[in-house]
Every structure is written in structure tokens, then in C-alpha cells.
């Protein structure tokens, strides 16, 4: 299996909702991505998780969770999002976080906040 | 600073036809420099990877080459499809830690019949 699954596909919420964003892979990567791309700009990287832990917080609002269950599954819980944060979110994963590896992307999940 | 730019921004071309798109790009330490693919509200696919040593990688219609010298690195792609419609991303890694790529803002290609 060398695909990176993405669920849901699209997402509308209001701005008093919680939801979870998952994504899962099964190629035996130790690092797990969360990206948000706004329309026409490149994806900006939110989260990375190492081995289950979480290695990077490039400064995301605490209304965005990230959790790691195990290797396999990586979560995004979402709560008191603004309209703002509407926007495409990316799972992706890879061998090991080391620049040299290269990342394989999902799907993405089309997230509209209301 | 680490920047990597992309021209054009956009593009459209007949089906059938060939095109370059180009990259050029300041990140230090260099690493590795990629292709990606990414259709419309889709995730981004690999299209090649290349270290400081490469010069030019295929894959499949799709040809990238790297002058580390110049830091310039293009895509070309030959005898165009409709499915070739998309925008292409250029992304350079330092080779730290995950949070060393910078990502280009791609170029948006239009296939027309």
C-alpha cells in the first residue's frame, strides 16, 4: 500500500463545532504531516509528528489538536474554528522527518467553516 | 532568508505541445529539490526528486534537470495532455528537520484541446 488516505473529502462545520480531520497510512512511516493550503498559495506545514510524538508546532491556534494514535493514524480535532480557517488540510508522511525524505501527500480534506 | 520562485505563474499551451517550467531557488544548506503535481482541491504527487549530484531526472513525460550551480532547476514536459492540467510546485529542502522545505507558489498550467 503506498497511499496516504484522507477522511472526510469535505467538511462544512459551524464556528461552535468539534470535528476530526484522519488520516492513515500503511507504508511503515515514522513521520506524519498536517499541511494547510489556501486557494492558489502552497501548502504551509502546521504539525509534525516523529515517531507518535509531536516534534513540531509551527505555531498553530489551540483550536487546532493534533493527536497520533499510533504509526498508522494521525488526527486533526477541530474546535471554535473561525471562517478563516476554511481551507484545504493535507495529511502527509514520509521515512523519517529528515529534509532528504520525501513526503507522500493525501488527498487532502476540503474544510469550510461557517 | 530560504525562497524559492516559479515562473510563469500561469501557462496554457495546446494538447500535443511540449513546455519548461522553471525554479529558482535560495535554501542553505541545499538538500534536495522536488516536483510536485497537484490537481485542483487534490493532494500533491511526486513527481521527481533530486540531491545537489543529479542533473536530470525522468519520469515517465515528465523531465526535471538541476544546475546546484545556478540554483536553477526546470520541468519540462513533453507532447502534452489534457491531464496535464494542474499546478506544478517546485519545493527545496535544506535536509534538516521536516520543517526545511520551502515550497514554491507553483505554476497553474492549462492543457487546451
Known amino acids: 500500500d503506498t497511499e496516504v488516505t484522507q477522511t472526510p473529502k469535505h467538511l462544512v462545520m459551524g464556528m461552535t463545532n468539534k470535528k476530526s480531520l484522519k488520516c492513515e497510512q500503511h507504508?511503515?512511516?515514522?513521520?506524519m504531516y498536517w499541511y494547510k493550503q489556501k486557494a492558489k498559495k502552497p501548502p504551509e506545514l502546521m504539525f509534525v509528528y516523529s515517531y507518535e510524538k509531536l516534534s513540531i508546532n509551527e505555531s498553530v491556534p489551540s483550536r487546532f489538536s493534533p493527536e497520533c494514535p499510533n504509526s498508522s493514524l494521525l488526527n486533526l480535532h477541530l474546535h471554535a474554528l473561525q471562517p478563516e480557517d476554511s481551507a484545504l488540510y493535507l495529511c502527509?508522511?514520509?521515512?523519517?522527518?529528515?529534509?532528504?525524505?520525501?513526503?507522500?501527500f493525501g488527498p487532502g480534506t476540503r474544510l469550510t467553516v461557517l | 532568508k530560504n525562497q524559492v520562485e516559479q515562473s510563469p505563474q500561469s501557462l496554457i499551451i495546446l494538447e500535443g505541445k511540449n513546455c519548461t517550467l522553471q525554479?529558482?531557488?535560495?535554501?542553505?544548506?541545499?538538500?534536495?529539490l522536488r516536483w510536485y503535481k497537484q490537481d485542483t482541491g487534490r493532494g500533491p504527487v511526486s513527481l521527481t526528486i533530486m540531491t545537489f549530484s543529479e542533473n536530470t531526472k525522468s519520469n515517465g513525460r515528465y523531465t526535471a534537470t538541476l544546475d546546484a550551480d545556478t540554483k536553477q532547476s526546470s520541468l519540462h514536459i513533453t507532447a502534452s495532455q489534457l491531464s496535464d492540467s494542474a499546478s506544478y510546485i517546485c519545493?527545496?529542502?535544506?535536509?534538516?528537520?521536516?520543517?526545511?522545505?520551502?515550497f514554491g507558489k507553483g505554476t497553474h498550467l492549462i492543457i487546451q484541446p
Open positions: 519545493v527545496a529542502s535544506i535536509g534538516g528537520g521536516a520543517d526545511g522545505l520551502t
Open positions: 502527509a508522511s514520509s521515512q523519517g522527518v529528515e529534509g532528504s525524505n520525501e513526503q507522500f
Open positions: 525554479c529558482n531557488y535560495t535554501v542553505s544548506p541545499f538538500s534536495n
Open positions: 507504508m511503515g512511516h515514522r513521520a
